[in-house]
């Protein structure tokens, strides 16, 4: 008998209020190494408080969190990228008067060998060597060429990419810490068709790098396009679980408006 896969990444009982207002209760979500797994919902289901606990930003009021089975605590932000957890909110943090690389780089710049000071009387002391830009392009060309990026140019200012391009900025700067775990917080919100596919494409580079990688997306069309899995919240609650490929437009948009229950796993109908 084939032992079941561990997920890369696992969620369980996990709830969260803000004051009188229950934005979680109980939600369950696995996704697992090369998958996309959809989260979708209505507005104020509680997709984007998923988001922000596996992110570090939100602690749950209850629940637990495991990576690779094992059990974690995300406290902050930088805990998350410890343990191999990247998120792409919708804000992307961008800065439009820096090009890609020093977006990419931003705080985590790459320096050269650092080089010892030595004062009269007083011990020497390791001064930062100059900024590594050889390293830092080598690495940018890497990522963008990972995603098949269509980024002409690495020295582009941000502020002279689209929309799309942006956003692939935003997930490529995810990549530099060769994240296990990835989540997209709605990526395609006001993209055009063209733009729409490119970042699509983008999710299916991740899955096919062996990354776990949580969509999520208002947009079915989208979601079917890309993901293996569909989870469905409704009022803070799951409320169905789909296989994308096969599961019929009208079952998931039953479950995410809530004319329809819990459905069935493996069937993805009621």
Do not use: W
Request: net charge neutral; with cysteine.
């Amino acid at each position: 008998m084939t032992a079941p896969r561990i997920p890369m990444l696992s969620l369980r009982g996990i709830s969260k209020s803000f004051g009188h207002v229950q934005a979680l209760s109980g939600v369950d979500l696995d996704v697992h190494a090369s998958e996309v797994v959809a989260l979708v919902g209505d507005n104020a289901a509680g997709k984007s408080t998923i988001a922000k606990i596996v992110a570090g930003v939100l602690q749950p009021d209850t629940g637990s969190i495991a990576i690779d089975g094992e059990e974690v605590t995300v406290p902050t932000p930088s805990a998350a990228h410890a343990l191999g957890v990247a998120t792409v909110f919708q804000e992307l943090a961008l800065c439009d008067n820096l090009d890609v690389v020093q977006n990419l780089f931003l705080g985590r710049e790459l320096r050269k060998h650092s080089r010892l000071v030595r004062r009269t009387g007083a011990f020497g002391r390791a001064l930062p060597g100059a900024l590594d830009d050889a390293r830092m392009e080598d690495e940018a060309r890497r990522i963008l060429l990972s995603l098949s990026s269509r980024i002409t140019s690495i020295r582009t200012p941000v502020s002279a990419l689209s929309a799309g391009q942006r956003q692939t900025v935003a997930i490529a700067r995810t990549m530099l810490g060769r994240p296990r775990v990835i989540v997209l917080d709605e990526p395609t919100a006001s993209l055009s068709a063209t733009q729409t596919a490119e970042v699509l494409s983008h999710t299916q580079a991740l899955r096919d790098l062996g990354h776990a990688v949580v969509l999520i997306s208002h947009n079915l069309n989208d979601v079917r396009a890309v993901a293996d899995r569909v989870e469905v919240l409704r009022h803070g609650r799951n409320n169905g679980s789909f296989p994308a490929r096969t599961a019929s437009y009208e079952a998931v948009l039953a479950a995410v408006t809530g004319a329809t229950g819990l459905a069935h796993p493996d069937r993805g109908t009621p």
